[in-house]
């Protein structure tokens, strides 16, 4: 209930102090609002995460690949050299 005195507003508590069923509801309703909104964007981050993926894992075969080449020329290149020496 509100009281307006001479100079200033008074509120005072009647009831228990909870919140009526309308508060709650419009409560439930604003969070739900958020959480439609904020999904579709949570949604839209996974084609994200699995292109970030592929492109990984592409450049680790690529890296791969280099260390292969490059651990068989050094390999091909001593035993050309030992080929030599005999």
Not at 67 to 72: F, K, L, V, W
């Amino acid at each position: 209930m509100i009281m307006k005195t001479s100079d200033r507003l008074v509120i005072e508590k009647t009831g228990t102090g909870g919140f009526t069923l309308i508060e709650l509801a419009v409560v439930v309703a604003t969070i739900a609002v958020l959480a439609a909104l904020l999904l579709p964007a949570l949604a839209g981050t996974r084609p994200n995460t699995q292109a970030f993926q592929c492109l990984e894992n592409q450049r680790r075969l690529i890296l791969a690949w280099q260390m292969y080449a490059r651990i068989t020329t050094i390999f091909c290149h001593q035993m050309i050299i030992l080929i030599q020496q005999r």
